[in-house]
C-alpha cells in the first residue's frame, strides 16, 4: 500500500502512544490482574495463593457486600436521578430560555475543582457546629437538629450521595449538544402536524437523545465504581464499615502493604467498569462503528 | 478474531522493546543516596544529602533531610522545631538538619514506602511492631546503634533497662534509641468546675464508679464533663477507654502484652465498652462524634468540658493565650487516671537510622541523637512536655522551673500509683488504632451496635490483615 | 395557558436551583474565609464584619503556597504538551492512513477508558519507583500524560479527520515529505481539536489528588490538592485559615475557566458525541 518509508513513518507515529499504552496500561493492567493471585507486600517476591485474595474480599466480612450494596444503590442513584436531572437541566436550556448561558457557566464550576477540594468544602457543610445544612435546620425551627451527618447512618450514605448527586453537568453538555444536534425541519414538521411541545419532547427529542443518555449512564456508573476521594475524605467508609466502597479496599490493601489483595479489590473494579460499558451499550443500542 | 492476535502479537513485541530500554535504569536505583536522577532540577530526595561548601579545602556541611510529622502545627512542633534548631547552631558549617514536614497520619506510611526503594531518610521516630519486626529488623535494614552506646556510657547509663531490653535483638544488636526520659500520660481537670461541684476526693483515689458519679455530679452542676473524640485516632477516647481496661480484673496484664492483640471479645472488654458507650452518650460534648484532637483539645481550653485525658505536651497550651482565655492555667489541675493507674511504656521504637548512609552522615545521625540526649536537653524537654529521668538527678534550677502542674502530676505518681499500662495503641493493630476504633465510635454512641457487636466488628478488622 | 405558566416556574426553578448548588457552597467558603473564627462558630450565615485579608496573606506567606501553585501548573502544563505532541503523532496516522492493526490497537486503546484510574495505583506506584522517579514533578507529568491517551486520541483523530485529503496531495505533489505534511499542513488546521483536548486534559490533570498524593512526599513537589490535605491538618480548628486555603486553592481553577469558557462548553459535549 504505501512505500516502505511512509510505513516507518506510521511506525514511528505511534510509538510514544504505544509505548505510554504499553507501560501505563498493559503492564499495570496484567500486573493488577496476576498479581491478584498471589500474596506480596512490596518487598518479597509475590507468592502464588490462588483465589485467596478473592475469598478474602468477598466473604471475609461483610465489606465486601457492604460495598457492593452501596455501589448497587449509588450506580442506580447515578443513572436514575444524576441523569435524569441533566437531562432535565438540558431540556430546559435547550429551550434558550433567560439566563441560560449563566446556568451552563456556573453549573461547570463544581467539576472545574478537583473533587478532593470539593469533598473537603462539603464536609464543612455537613459539619454539626458551623456547617449550612444543620444550622439552617435549626434556624427554621428545628432546634435540636444535630444530625451528624458522615457519622450516623442513613444519613452518611446520603450526605456521601449528596457531595455528587446533582453535579451533572458533563451529562447535561452532552445531551444538550445532540439536542442542538437535531435538525430543525424535524421539529417544524411535528409542530405543524399539530404536536404540542410534549409530544415533541417525548416522542422525537427524547428517543433521539438517547445515545447521549447512555453515554451519560455509563459515564456516571464508571465513576461511583471508582470513587474514592468523595468517601476517603469525608466518613473514610464510617460509620463503621457502612459507606465502604471497592477503592476503599483497594487501598487499605496498599495501605496494608497487602498489595495482591488490593490488585484484586483492583481487577474487580476493572470487570465492573466492562460489564457496565457492555450492559448499557446493549440496552441503549449505541454500537458505534469503531474506524 | 485474527485482528485481536495481531495486535497482541504487536504489544508483545513493544513490551520487549521498553523492558530492555528500561532495563538500563533499574541498574543505577539501588541503594541512591545522592540527589535523584529524574533528571528535572526542581527534584528532591527524601535521602540524606551532602551539599557542598565553596571551595577546596573547606569541611564540608552534612545535610540531612529529614521528614517528620512533629512540624506546622503539629503539637510535637512547639518543643522539636527549636531544639533541632539548637542543634543546628551547636553544629553549624558542620551539619545541619532539613525537617520537612509530613502530617501525623501519613508519616508511618511514607516511612514504610522509603524502605521499600530504599531510600530512608537518616533519622526515623518510631515504627509499628510488624513493620519493624518483619522487614526492618529481618533484612538487616536498621545501624546497630550497641557500639556507639558501649562508647557514650553516659548517655547508655541513663537509659532504662526495660526499653534496652526491648530494643535488642536476638543477637545483640540495638535498634533503636531506649528511652531514657519516662513519660506517664495522665488527665487534667478543671479545679472550678470540680469544685462547684462538690467534688473533693482526689481523682487518683476513686474508683470508676466514683469516677462515675463524679462525672453525673459535674453534670448536675452544670457541665459537659469529658472531651471524647472520634476522629483520627479517637486519641483521648483511647486513653480513657485504656484507663477504664485498666481497671477490670485481668486489663491491666492485656494492656501490657508484648504482642498485638487482636481479640477484645472477653468480658472485659465488653464491660470496657458498655462503660464507653454510656459515657459518651451522657458525658460528653455534642461535637464529639467526628471530633478531631483539635476539637477535643478547644473544648477543654475553652471551658466547654470539665475533663480532658492527655498527655504533658499539652501543658504549653493553657498558657497560650491565642486558645485559651487569660489566667486558665491556674485553673488546671492534673491527675492521673481513678484506680491509681497510669499510662506509660517503655515498649516501642524511638529514634533509629537506617543502614545504607554513608559514613559522615551516620556521624551527623549519631550526633543529633547524642545531643537530644544530653542532660541539658534531657531538662528542656522534661519541663516543656513532662516527665522524669529515674536516673538523673536534675539540677536545682530544673526544680525551680518545673512547672506546678508537672509537679502536680509527679506528686500524684508518688502518692497514687498502682497500677502501670501501655496505652491500648500500643497493642492495637495499627489499623485498630487509627481509622477503625475511631470508626466504629458513633455506631457504638448512638446505639446503632451494643458493646458486644461493637467488640466482635473491631475483633474482625484486627485479624483481617494479621500475618 | 396555566400549564404552561407552570412549566415555565418549573424550568426557572431548576435553572435556579442549579445555579444555587453550584456556587453557593462556593461563595460560603469565600465568604467565610473573611470572618473570624468566633464568627463562623457564631453563625454560619452572617456576613463578614470587616474584609480581613490576614488569613490569606498568613497562608500565602507561610505555607508555601506559591511552590505548590507553580508545580500544580508546572506539571500540568508540561504534561498537556507532552501529551498533545504524543497523541497528535498517533491521532493523525489513525486518522489518515490504514495499516494491518489499525482497528486492533484502536480497539485497546478505546478500552483504557474503562479503567479506573485508582485500579491501576499499585503497578503505577512500582514502575515510579524503580524508574527511580518517585517523590519528582517527571513523574506525575508521565503519569498524567499517559490518563489522556483515550481522550485525546478521541479528540484528534475526528479533528484531523475534517482536514481535506486534497490538501495532503497537493503538499505530496509539492514535494513535501511526511513529517512536513503533518507538522506544516495539518496541525495548524486542527487548532481546535488541540486546544479543546488540551484544556480538558490541563483541568484534569490540575485537579488530580491520588497519584499526586501517593507519588510524591516532600512540601518541595506538592501540588495544591495534596497541599489542601496538609492544610486540613494544620488548620484543623482554626476555619478561618482553612477557608482561605481552601478559596487559594479553588480560585485559580475557577479563573482558568472562566477565561476559556467557551471552548471548555465545545468541547466536553463534543467528546460525548464521539464516546
Known sequence: ?291 | MKRILKALLLLMCSLVLVLAACSNDKGTNSNNSSTSTGGSSSNTSNNSNTSNSGGGDAKQEVVLNIPHYKSGENVGAKFFLPQVERFNQKYAGQYKIVIEEIPQDDYMQKIKLLAQQNKLPALIEGGDKVFMEEVIIANNLFYDLKPWLDSKPEIKNLMMEASIDYNTTADGKIVSMPLIVQRPIGLYYNKEMFAAAGITKPISQMTFDEFDAALEALKQAGYTPLALMTGENAWTTMLLTSALLANEPGGAEILNSKDYVYDYTDPMWIRTFERLQKWFQNYTTDNAIGAVYADAANNFLSERTALIFNGTWMIGDFSDTSKTSEGFKDKVGTSIYPGGAAISSSAGYTWWIPSNLKQEEIDAALAFLEFINSPEELEAYMLAEGGNVPKLDTTPEFEAQLDPILAELNSSLQNDLKITVQSLEQIWPPQIANPEFGKYLPLLADGTITPQKFAEELTNMAQQFKN | ?275
Not at chain 1, 465504581?225 to 496498599?254: D, H, K, Q, S
Not at chain 3, 435553572?15 to 460560603?28: D, G, K, N, Y
Not at chain 3, 490538501?167 to 512536513?180: K, P, Q, S, T, V
Not at chain 3, 506544516?184 to 488540551?198: E, F, I, M, Y
Open chain 3, 1 to 275: 395557558m396555566l400549564s404552561k405558566w407552570i412549566r415555565t416556574i418549573f424550568a426557572y426553578a431548576v435553572m435556579a436551583f442549579t445555579v444555587a448548588i453550584s456556587t453557593f457552597p462556593i461563595l460560603w467558603i469565600i465568604m467565610s474565609s473573611f470572618k473570624t473564627n468566633k464568627e463562623i462558630l457564631g453563625d454560619p450565615f452572617s456576613l463578614p464584619v470587616s474584609i480581613d485579608f490576614s488569613a490569606y496573606l498568613d497562608v500565602l506567606q507561610n505555607y508555601n503556597f506559591a511552590t505548590y501553585f507553580l508545580n500544580s501548573l508546572m506539571i500540568a502544563g508540561i504534561a498537556t504538551l507532552l501529551a498533545l505532541f504524543i497523541y497528535a503523532l498517533a491521532a493523525y496516522v489513525f486518522a489518515k492512513f490504514d495499516f494491518r492493526l489499525k482497528s486492533a490497537l484502536y480497539i485497546l486503546f478505546t478500552v483504557t477508558l474503562l479503567v479506573p484510574g485508582h485500579a491501576k495505583a499499585q503497578p503505577i506506584f512500582s514502575l515510579i519507583m524503580d524508574m527511580d522517579l518517585y517523590d519528582t514533578k517527571t513523574a506525575l507529568v508521565l503519569v498524567y500524560t499517559s490518563f489522556g491517551l483515550a481522550l485525546a486520541l478521541f479528540i484528534l483523530r475526528a479533528t484531523f479527520m475534517t482536514v481535506p485529503k486534497d490538501l495532503d496531495e497537493a503538499a505530496l505533489i509539492d514535494g513535501a515529505g511526511f513529517w512536513r505534511i503533518f507538522w506544516s499542513v495539518n496541525l495548524p488546521l486542527v487548532r481546535s481539536g488541540l486546544a479543546t483536548a488540551g484544556i480538558l486534559m490541563f483541568l484534569s490533570y490540575w485537579n488530580e489528588y491520588f497519584y499526586a498524593l501517593i507519588l510524591t512526599t516532600g512540601a518541595a513537589n506538592r501540588t495544591l490538592p495534596v497541599a489542601l490535605a496538609f492544610f486540613d491538618e494544620a488548620f484543623s480548628y482554626n476555619y478561618t485559615r482553612m477557608f482561605a486555603a481552601l478559596t487559594l486553592v479553588v480560585l485559580p481553577g475557577i479563573i482558568i475557566y472562566l477565561l476559556v469558557q467557551e471552548q471548555v462548553q465545545k468541547s466536553v459535549a463534543s467528546t460525548g458525541i464521539k464516546g
Open chain 1, 1 to 291: 500500500m504505501y512505500n516502505w518509508k511512509t510505513k516507518l513513518w506510521i511506525a514511528a507515529f505511534l510509538a510514544p502512544a504505544l509505548a505510554v499504552f504499553v507501560l501505563f496500561y498493559l503492564v499495570p493492567i496484567v500486573t493488577v490482574f496476576v498479581t491478584g493471585f498471589t500474596k506480596w507486600n512490596g518487598f518479597n517476591s509475590p507468592e502464588f495463593i490462588g483465589f485467596d485474595n478473592y475469598i478474602k474480599l468477598f466473604t471475609y466480612n461483610n465489606t465486601f457486600a457492604i460495598s457492593l450494596r452501596n455501589l448497587f444503590l449509588w450506580s442506580l442513584i447515578a443513572a436514575t436521578l444524576h441523569v435524569g436531572f441533566g437531562t432535565l437541566v438540558a431540556f430546559i436550556l435547550f429551550k434558550r430560555p433567560c439566563g441560560w448561558r449563566l446556568v451552563r457557566g456556573t453549573f461547570m464550576i463544581p467539576n472545574v475543582i478537583s473533587v478532593a477540594a470539593w469533598a473537603m468544602i462539603y464536609k464543612f457543610i455537613f459539619n454539626d457546629d458551623i456547617g449550612i445544612i444543620n444550622n439552617f435546620m435549626r434556624n427554621i425551627g428545628f432546634s435540636d437538629f444535630h444530625v451528624k451527618w458522615f457519622y450516623e447512618m442513613p444519613a452518611a450514605f446520603f450526605a456521601v450521595t449528596f457531595t455528587w448527586l446533582f453535579y451533572a453537568v458533563i451529562v447535561m453538555l452532552i445531551v444538550l449538544n445532540d439536542l442542538m444536534a437535531i435538525p430543525k425541519d424535524i421539529h417544524e414538521a411535528a409542530l405543524l402536524d399539530g404536536a404540542n411541545e410534549w409530544q415533541v419532547t417525548r416522542y422525537i427529542n427524547l428517543p433521539l437523545v438517547k445515545k447521549a443518555i447512555g453515554t451519560g449512564i455509563i459515564l456516571s456508573v464508571t465513576s461511583r465504581i471508582a470513587m474514592f476521594e468523595e468517601v476517603a475524605l469525608t466518613t473514610r467508609g464510617g460509620p463503621g464499615n457502612e459507606t465502604y466502597n471497592i477503592p476503599l479496599m483497594l487501598y487499605n490493601g496498599i495501605v496494608n502493604s497487602e498489595y495482591g489483595y488490593a490488585n484484586a479489590a483492583g481487577t474487580i473494579m476493572i470487570l465492573l467498569g466492562v460489564a457496565v460499558m457492555a450492559l448499557i451499550n446493549r440496552l441503549f443500542r449505541m454500537n458505534e462503528r469503531l474506524y
